[in-house]
């Protein structure tokens, strides 16, 4: 059998063939064409051309080219040569785009049918709009002038119209046909396939008229079958009736009951509610058959009947299904997200001597353009409890919550249908619903219901300005408030770094853990000025912090080195240390005492008292006991002297912790622990960010410290339970969609990030340093990250120190060298015995620093 050939497959028509590449040289070349014309045309006069005027009195913008060029146009189209330069430009754009279009006949004929047109119509206008219109054939010493040789339509509108289709078809009948002719020059200039639109537009036309009558068509069959099962209910009530009357009614002496005789099978194709009901349906009906379903809802008698039998093929509708069906639909109650309540008094602009950035620099919140209705909500809770149900899961639907980009339907499992059936289908749940991802939370704290978070289809944004403009934001009393962005019910999702007070964000990249850093950062520059919080920045990857470098708020220049970055945390631990010799002398606790002594305003002074015995009565028994551990110096000399202002906090932000942790893990490990476990009552806070959350970044010492957590999108779930000790940030959509683990408890908080521009950003960061100054750095900070000397002072002359022998026989009698091993032994602070460890390694007695081991001793111990 020969093989049948295959018909050659038609290609839609184009407009010219594409070109695999855009064609910069000619768009710019028409670029640069359309603005010289416009130039021309639009300062051109009479007196700048001599074939008008012998003695020139003017001169064009673009010299002589400008004036033949423009004299030309103008002599050849009238008011038309005014968008010469809009069709340069629109060539050049057809030029410029990624895939160009080849410009074909089918592109050059609309273009010269519309300017034309214009022609024509300019012609057209002055003629007509004259005060006594000529009658015939106009003649060109009525319309010309300097300006236009040939009228307002030039050459080619003044002889189309004035001299062939005034007197042929009149004015009405030019503007018809011209009228057309640009009408479908435009439509084939700004389309690409004209045919297939009118095609698309009308086949949805008709599709919809199709749907609306086969609805109407259904429905009028449905109401039908009701009638008819009503009809039909009412004779099984009759006889049910007439059976009964007849069974309660005496027998006589002679008469014996009757045997019911079964009935005879109906035809198999025969359905009650149909409109083709077969005639012997009837008689049968009127024997003794009754259906199952009917014979349920009448009243049974007292005396015993027959056995009735089923007729097969009868199925009636049944209205305890209707009736549930009902009852769900009119239960289902959607709660929408909260709207974000605007504060009634503003930000304050400055605080003190700074100034804070204004807030039109970010972008306002708009209102959405699409809102999904109930009706979608109640399909999509309708297909859950059905999904379910095909899997054996019984359930009844609950509230509706929906959010900017997440809505939660929730669901009432029956009684003992268990809740790790439901969420091992979440895939399943995601297929039937066709969405991205959803996340089961089962339960919900707090309810005896599961939710099923499922992504909208048009999600909103979130934009910073709407967090800090809300009242949530202004009546907030944190010392260091930051925001998030808003929760699934959306309301904003502020949090206080004090109370955290250390935070870990991590996920993939392009999930918004930049973002949200950069988001963060921004909240603390509209709350804080330099005298409150001051930034210590790492960014191994370089690029994405170098722009915060002007800020007055930050302490040293941005470390980009991964090396110099043991350097800095351990000037800040000095930092702590010093800190805390500090409150030790004055008597108090934290920062908020010490920074209560430290002003002069007593109503100041009351709220840091306040805040330092809330800070006080926070901290856990581990870190009270690790901060006890730090001695005020017994060494004269040893202390430092108070300084006349108040302590600023210092907020540490790491961009990438993997990068470091592959440097120096040892060093970088140990300075993180110390700093998480004692600086929170000194005013140090960490915030570290990865887009690489494994075990060997992000170990157990770290996270044990760090009990706030962030987590946006992560490829696989063992990645989620390295951050959030459980599952469900693989679940997550992306996008700035987080899971929030807030400090003290064990429940998830999902919420969409805040967006701010990297625009955004510099408009902000150059604002500050425009009106505020510059940044005023820590020149001693700087030194000890770039040379890695982490004492108080490099001068040569206080490296000497009386304790230096005795700081010897200490590691010769123990064997052992280490800077904590001197601080009990000399009972010297952290500080002085640091210096005594550097003077011997300068010395060559001890090595460097081996991580948490001790150093090597390279003197001889026996001596």
């Known amino acids: ?260 005789k079964p009935p005879e099978k109906a035809p198999s194709n025969l359905k009650i509610g149909r409109s083709e009901i077969a005639e012997p349906f009837e008689p049968i009906m009127e024997e003794d058959t009754v259906p199952q379903a009917q014979k349920m809802e009448a009243p049974v008698p007292k ?34 997200g909260e709207e974000v309540k605007k504060a009634a008094a503003k930000l304050p602009e400055r605080k003190g001597n700074y100034k804070f950035p204004p807030m039109r620099l970010l972008t306002e919140q708009a209102e959405p353009t699409t809102v999904e209705d109930e009706s979608v909500h109640q399909a999509t809770s309708e297909m859950l409890v059905k999904t379910l149900e095909e899997f054996g899961v019984r359930v009844s639907p609950g509230d509706v919550h929906t959010g900017p980009v997440i809505t939660r339907y929730d669901v009432f499992p029956a009684p003992g249908v268990r809740v790790e059936k439901i969420q091992n289908l979440d895939k399943n749940i995601a297929l039937n619903l066709k969405a991205l991802s959803v996340r089961i939370l089962a339960p919900v704290p707090g309810k005896g219901c599961v939710g099923v978070e499922v992504p909208n289809k048009h999600p909103q944004s979130v934009f910073i300005r709407d967090i800090l403009e809300s009242a949530d934001w202004v009546n907030n009393k944190a010392e260091i408030p930051i925001a998030l962005g808003k929760d699934v019910s959306g309301k904003p999702l502020i949090a206080d770094l004090t109370k955290m007070p250390h935070l870990l964000i991590a996920g993939s990249t392009g999930s918004g853990k930049t973002v949200c850093i950069n988001a963060v950062i921004t909240s603390l520059l509209y709350h804080s000025s330099p005298e409150d919080l001051r930034f210590v920045m790492v960014d191994p990857k370089i690029v994405e912090m170098q722009v915060y470098n002007s800020l007055p708020h930050m302490l040293v220049p941005v470390v980009t080195d991964p090396k110099k970055v043991p350097n800095a945390l351990k000037y800040l631990l000095n930092e702590m240390e010093k800190r805390y010799q500090l409150f030790a002398g004055l008597g108090v606790r934290n920062i908020a005492g010490y920074n209560a002594k430290m002003i002069k305003s007593k109503r100041e002074a009351k709220e840091f008292e306040e805040r330092a015995a809330a800070l006080d009565a926070e901290l856990t028994p581990e870190e009270r006991a690790a901060a006890s551990q730090i001695e005020v110096p017994r060494d004269p000399g040893a202390g430092e002297e108070a300084p006349p202002e108040k302590l600023p906090y210092i907020v540490c932000i790491v961009d990438e912790l993997a990068d470091l942790m592959m ?19 000194a005013g140090i806070h960490l915030i570290l960010a990865t887009q690489r959350p494994s075990v060997n970044v992000i170990t157990g010492v770290i996270k044990a410290n760090l009990p706030s957590r962030i987590s946006f999108k992560v490829a696989s779930r063992v990645d989620s339970r390295t951050i959030l000790d459980t599952m469900g ?64 002072s490099t001068a040569e002359g206080e490296w000497e120190d009386e304790l230096v022998p005795d700081a010897i026989n200490v590691i010769k009698t123990s064997k052992r060298a280490s800077t904590s091993m ?10 002085r015995a640091a210096r005594i460890m550097e003077i011997l390694e300068a010395e060559g007695m001890v090595g460097p620093e081996n991580g948490s081991s001790p150093r090597e001793i390279l003197m001889d111990v026996d001596l």
Not at 116 to 133: D, N, R, T
Not at 305 to 334: C, D, F, M, Q, Y
Not at 763 to 784: K, L, M, Y
């Open 1 to 260: 059998m020969a093989a049948r050939k295959r018909k050659p497959v038609q290609k839609a028509p184009t407009f010219g063939p594409r070109d695999p590449k855009p064609r910069p040289f000619l768009a710019l070349v028409f670029l640069i064409l359309g603005l010289l014309m416009a130039l021309a045309v639009g300062d051109y006069h009479p007196t700048q051309n001599p074939s008008f005027y012998s003695d020139i009195q003017d001169s064009n913008l673009i010299g002589k080219f400008g004036v033949q060029v423009a004299s030309f146009t103008l002599y050849l189209m009238g008011l038309a040569a005014y968008a010469t330069p809009v069709l340069a430009f629109w060539i050049s754009y057809m030029f410029f785009r990624p895939y160009a279009r080849k410009l074909g006949i089918r592109k050059l004929v609309p273009v010269v049918l519309v300017f034309l047109s214009l022609s024509v119509f300019g012609s057209m206008y002055q003629i007509e709009s004259a005060e006594s219109p000529v009658v015939g054939v106009v003649h060109l010493a009525e319309v010309s002038d300097n300006f236009f040789p040939y009228g307002w339509g030039g050459l080619l509108g003044f002889y189309i119209y004035a001299q062939f289709l005034r007197d042929f078809l009149g004015m009405v009948g030019s503007i018809v046909v011209f009228g057309v002719f640009s009408l479908f020059s435009l439509v084939f200039l700004l389309f690409d396939n004209v045919g297939s639109d009118i095609r698309h537009l009308f086949s949805v036309k008709i599709a919809a008229w199709v749907a609306s009558r086969e609805e109407r068509a259904i429905a009028r069959r449905e109401r039908k079958e009701a009638r008819k099962a009503e009809k039909l209910a009412r004779k099984q009530k009759a006889l049910e009736a007439k059976k009964a009357k007849a069974a309660s009614a005496p027998l006589a002496p002679d008469e014996t009951p009757a045997v019911a």
């Open 303 to 336: 005396a015993k009947e027959a056995p009735v039998k089923k007729p097969k093929g009868i199925t009636l509708p049944s209205s305890s299904a209707t009736e549930k069906a009902a009852a769900t639909g009119s239960n289902l109650r959607i709660i929408a």
């Open 663 to 681: 440097v120096a893990p040892a060093d970088i490990e140990t300075g993180i622990a110390r700093l998480a476990q004692l600086a929170r009552a």
């Open 729 to 792: 940030a693989d679940h997550l959509i992306g996008k700035g969609d987080m899971l929030f683990l807030p400090p003290g408890s064990a429940d998830l908080v999902r919420a969409q990030g805040a967006f701010v521009s990297d625009d955004e950003i510099t408009a902000i960061v150059s604002q500050i340093s425009e009106i505020n100054g510059g940044p005023v750095f820590d020149e001693q900070f700087q030194r000890n990250i770039e040379s890695g000397d982490d004492s108080s």
């Open 822 to 831: 001197l601080q009990r032994r000399l009972k010297i602070g952290y500080n």
